[in-house]
C-alpha cells in the first residue's frame, strides 16, 4: 500500500491568500485526521471524519479554516485567508477502524508570508 | 493547559546503552497509551502501546511501562542503535475516543 499520501509537501503562500491542502488516506480506512504541529503547541488534532462524516472539529481554530471528504479517497483542509501564525506542518493521518493505528502521511510544510 | 508531558526535550546516549524515554499525562481518564517515532521530513509512526490496565508492553529492543498511580509511562530501548535517533511522541487515548493528544516529543540521539 501506498500509505497516506499528502499534498504539496511544501506550500509558500502570501497572508490573505486562499490555501488548500489535499489528502489521501489509505484505501480501506473509514477515519481520516488532520493533525498541526507547532513548536508552540506541539502536534493537536484539528477535526477526523468517519465515512466521510466529520465526527469532531473542536480543534479547528477559527472559521477561516475548513475540512472537507467528498469521498473516501480524498479530503482537504482549506484556510481562508491565511495568516503568518498559520505556518506550521500538517498532517494526515488515517485508521481502518476505531481506536485502531493511526497511518500517518508525510506532512505539508507551509508558510505564510 | 498540557494533558500529555514530555519534560526532556533531548536525550543523547551510547550506542548499545538503554535509552530511557519519559512521560506525564494529568488525566485518569486516559485508557490507551502510545509511542511514535518520527524522523525529519516524515510523518510519524506508530511504534508501540499499552492498555491502562497493563504496566508493561514488550517489543523486541523496545518496551513501554505504564505506571497509573503517578500518571507516568517510559519507552526503554535497549540496545540503542544510531537508526533510534529521532523525535519520540508519547500519546494518549481517552476510552471511547478517536482523539490521540501527543506531547510535545524528545529527541533522542543515539551516538556510534
Known amino acids: 500500500d501506498a500509505g497516506v499520501i499528502q499534498s504539496p509537501r511544501h506550500e509558500v503562500t502570501e497572508m490573505g491568500q486562499e490555501v488548500t491542502l489535499r489528502c489521501k488516506p489509505i484505501?480501506?480506512?473509514?477515519?481520516l485526521f488532520w493533525y498541526r504541529q507547532t513548536m508552540m503547541r506541539g502536534l493537536e488534532l484539528l477535526i477526523y471524519?468517519?465515512?466521510?462524516?466529520?465526527?469532531?472539529d473542536s480543534g479547528m481554530p477559527e472559521d477561516r479554516f475548513s475540512a472537507k471528504m467528498p469521498n473516501a479517497s480524498f479530503s482537504t483542509l482549506k484556510i481562508q485567508p491565511s495568516e503568518p501564525r498559520d505556518s506550521a506542518v500538517y498532517f494526515c493521518a488515517s485508521s481502518r477502524r476505531s481506536q485502531e493505528t493511526q497511518y500517518f502521511g508525510p506532512g505539508t510544510r507551509l508558510l505564510v508570508l | 493547559d498540557q494533558q500529555v508531558k514530555q519534560n526532556s526535550p533531548s536525550l543523547s546516549v551510547q550506542e548499545g546503552r538503554i535509552s530511557i524515554l519519559n512521560c506525564d499525562y494529568t488525566n485518569s481518564m486516559f485508557d490507551y497509551f502510545l509511542w511514535y517515532k518520527k524522523y525529519p521530513a516524515e510523518g510519524p509512526t506508530f511504534l508501540i502501546s499499552i492498555s491502562s490496565i497493563k504496566d508493561k508492553n514488550e517489543d523486541g529492543r523496545f518496551t513501554v511501562f505504564l505506571n497509573k498511580s503517578a500518571k507516568h509511562l517510559s519507552l526503554h530501548i535497549v540496545p540503542s542503535q544510531p537508526g533510534d535517533s529521532a523525535v519520540y511522541f508519547c500519546?494518549?487515548?481517552?476510552?471511547?475516543?478517536?482523539?490521540?493528544?501527543f506531547g510535545k516529543g524528545t529527541k533522542l540521539t543515539v551516538n556510534p
Open positions: 484505501s480501506g480506512h473509514d477515519y
Open positions: 471524519f468517519n465515512n466521510n462524516v466529520p465526527i469532531d
Open positions: 500519546a494518549a487515548i481517552l476510552g471511547g475516543s478517536e482523539k490521540l493528544v
